[in-house]
């Protein structure tokens, strides 16, 4: 199940995450549905668009580890240093208030591919951003990934079909209408996109190896027993986004906004 802009639930007093403006605002669920009591049986995935937290840039980076503090400042842009702190404020806030943990006990790491990791902790955690839309993803019930794209990226797939598709998928989407084709190239790429980040392989298996073909399990490595199934989630017109999780578990996803005085988004 999914939800669309839900309106974020009031924490409870005295559970605040960390003592900054940002965490003030940011909400401990879906709704009524608290992300601490969510995780136990769904995997979750957040989506948020930057523009709706700038207001906060300020605090966000004192929210951040050392290593997560030196990749944002070797950003050469300002605006792409506080779209980082916030992307990775976000994240430490989602998971603080998922795993029940103070925000400075989050084990948010990154192994040697960048790939985010929770270490010592049975559970598993992704992390996109494109342009401002920012999508993170958490799961005790084995390995996640998550991607989005704006949905006016379409228009720009067909140029590197042949770099998306296997051989059947292309013959598949080749027989489309322009517009139809254009996003179901997107589509395709967001879901292959959020495999190879369950995998912990990102780009560097090249799409057009492999088929994912949709409503199917797959193996994440050849021969592993481990499967994931890589389903799209309706979040809204403006956005594509998917997430590769374990096929049997249930995902609760929606978009945050900021909590406002007295509860409203």
């Known amino acids: 199940m999914s939800y669309v802009s839900a309106r974020p639930m009031v924490p409870a007093h005295g559970r605040r995450p960390a003592t900054s403006a940002l965490a003030s605002v940011f909400p401990q669920g879906f709704g009524d549905v608290r992300f601490d009591r969510a995780v136990a ?17 300020d605090g966000a980076l004192a929210l951040l580890d050392a290593r997560e503090r030196m990749r944002v400042e070797r950003q050469r842009r300002d ?17 603080s208030h ?6 400075e006990d989050v084990p948010l790491a990154r192994d040697a591919r960048g790939r985010p990791v929770l270490d010592g ?13 920012v999508a993170m993803a958490v799961s005790l019930h084995g390995a996640v ?15 590197i079909a042949e770099r998306i598709c296997h051989g059947d998928e292309l013959a598949r989407l080749s027989g489309l209408h322009d517009a139809q084709r254009a996003a179901g190239l997107l589509d395709l790429w967001v879901r292959k996109e959020a495999y190879l980040k369950a995998a912990g392989v990102g780009l560097e298996r090249e799409m057009d190896t492999f088929a994912l073909p949709e409503g199917e399990a797959q193996a994440l490595h050849p021969g592993d027993a481990m499967r994931v199934g890589t389903d799209l989630l309706s979040l809204g017109p403006d956005i594509v986004c998917a997430v590769a999780k374990a096929p049997d578990v249930a995902c609760v996803a929606g978009r945050l906004r900021p909590m406002l005085e007295g509860g409203a988004p």
């Open 98 to 103: 998922a795993l029940e943990l103070p925000i």
């Open 79 to 95: 605006a792409h240093r506080d779209s980082l702190a916030l992307a990775y404020a976000l994240h430490r806030l989602f998971l």
């Open 145 to 159: 990934g998550v991607d989005i794209e704006p949905a006016h990226r379409a228009v720009v797939m067909p140029e």
């Open 41 to 57: 049986d769904h995997v979750l995935v957040a989506v948020f668009v930057l523009d709706d937290w700038r207001a906060w840039t």
């Open 121 to 133: 902790m049975p559970a598993d955690t992704s992390l996109a951003h494109a342009d401002a839309h």
